[in-house]
């Protein structure tokens, strides 16, 4: 390509590539949240990439699983955004206090900042139930960050990816039971999409 070829400068922008993933590998991811085995059967084979073993997950007896690795595996701010299309999927399982969490983590992942971060945080601790919606705004208040806006005090970092795992297991325990495979099939479609972004 001669000089004259090039695209002008304004148009040479270098981005760096999206890391979808909070770890670069499963191991490490295991080693830095040891409760992610806690909360799982199944473990990853040695040098298995993330998409190979998300499949897999889909594939076993225990699919839910597949719901709770990529809760864990996802940095948090995708992950809840990831979380709320979930829900999202599932209106006729979700509640006036369901909806009303849901407009504030949109708000929040609109603007993602930490006085919008403490507020959701306040109005999840304040709700009179801890339904779907409350655990995917609380997933927000713990996404990273202080605690509380005086308690420099660090979250601890499987807080939100819990928070995101029981909000949407429990959205879908909402559904029939007929319904239920089809929409996990949904969400873990959705999942795998976020792993190819890296």
Known sequence: ?????????????????????????????????????????????????????????????????????TAFAIQPKLAIWWGHECLRNMPDALTPLDRQMMELVAGWIGRPDDAMRHHVMREALWAPAKSPGVHLALAVGWSGGSIAPNDPAPVHHSRAPRAINTAILSCLARADLSRRPIFLARFIDMAESLFKVY
């Open 1 to 69: 390509m001669s000089p004259d070829d090039a695209p002008p400068l304004d148009e040479e922008k270098t981005r760096p590539p999206a890391v979808a993933t909070r770890y670069e590998t499963l191991a490490d991811l295991y080693v830095a949240i040891p409760q992610l085995a806690e909360v799982t059967q199944q473990r990853p084979r040695p040098e298995e990439e993330a998409l190979d073993y998300l499949m897999r997950l889909r594939q076993s007896t225990t699919p839910e699983e597949a719901i709770t690795f």
